[in-house]
Antibody
Framework: QVQLVESGGGVVQPGRSLRLSCAAS????????MHWVRQAPGKGLEWVAV????????YYADSVKGRFTISRDNSKNTLYLQMNSLRAEDTAVYYC?????????????????WGQGTLVTVSS | AIRMTQSPSSFSASTGDRVTITCRAS??????LAWYQQKPGKAPKLLIY???TLQSGVPSRFSGSGSGTDFTLTISCLQSEDFATYYC??????????FGQGTKVEIK
């Protein structure tokens, strides 16, 4: 069965960096685009970033552009989110999610499997 | 970015009720709409995509309809496990992919 397991969250001071990981199993990771979606405490869902199945295309929400970098290692079945210059408003649970369209250079954006999330708290 | 607006934001219902949640897009999105269910402390779960296509394994009491700017999610006979927050999401114009603000279904 499909499993997505995030790690790397924690408490970090404003301006510092953090790298999240998402370990995938149960499907051919190298064939699917992957997303990061976040949810601030008590709030709704906000799409953060996406990477195509082969890493050739990456897109970001305006709120994180220039500060966050999405990447993947298909040999390790792992997705990453490097978060720099963190701000208090980046505090959220971060979910990785699988796109449901295989081998699409431009992912579709239907998120059929999600990880359990990892909490990032930005506070001094 | 396309704005997605759900109504109501929350409501109370009883087990066995038929409930409907509405989602409106700020511009036409054809049928490029998905619905997700989220329970407290859990990840969202895909229920419906392409406005009306049920994801594998999702009970048939869930259904979706609409196209263009107006969409609905209907639960035909509310079960105890259906009390949750529901989100719509457009995938017509991206990035960014955008979600509605959520609709919380509570027990009456």
């Amino acid at each position: 069965q499909v499993q997505l397991v995030e790690s790397g969250g924690g408490v970090v001071q404003p301006g510092r960096s953090l790298r999240l990981s998402c370990a995938a199993s149960g499907f051919t990771f190298s064939s699917y685009g992957m997303h990061w979606v976040r949810q601030a405490p008590g709030k709704g869902l906000e799409w953060v970033a996406v990477i195509s199945y082969d890493g050739s295309n990456k897109y970001y929400a305006d709120s994180v552009k220039g500060r966050f970098t999405i990447s993947r290692d298909n040999s390790k079945n792992t997705l990453y989110l490097q978060m720099n210059s963190l701000r208090a408003e980046d505090t959220a649970v971060y979910y990785c999610a699988k796109d449901n369209s295989p081998r699409a250079t431009m992912v579709r954006g239907v998120l059929d499997y999600w990880g359990q999330g990892t909490l990032v708290t930005v506070s001094s | 970015a396309i704005r997605m607006t759900q109504s109501p934001s929350s409501f109370s219902a009883s087990t066995g009720d038929r409930v409907t949640i509405t989602c409106r897009a700020s511009q036409g999105i054809s049928s490029y709409l998905a619905w997700y269910q989220q329970k407290p402390g859990k990840a969202p779960k895909l229920l419906i995509y392409a406005a009306s296509t049920l994801q594998s394994g999702v009970p048939s009491r869930f259904s979706g309809s609409g196209s263009g700017t107006d969409f609905t999610l209907t639960i035909s006979c509310l079960q105890s496990e259906d009390f949750a927050t529901y989100y719509c999401q457009q995938y017509y114009s991206y990035p960014p992919w955008t979600f509605g603000q959520g609709t919380k279904v509570e027990i009456k």
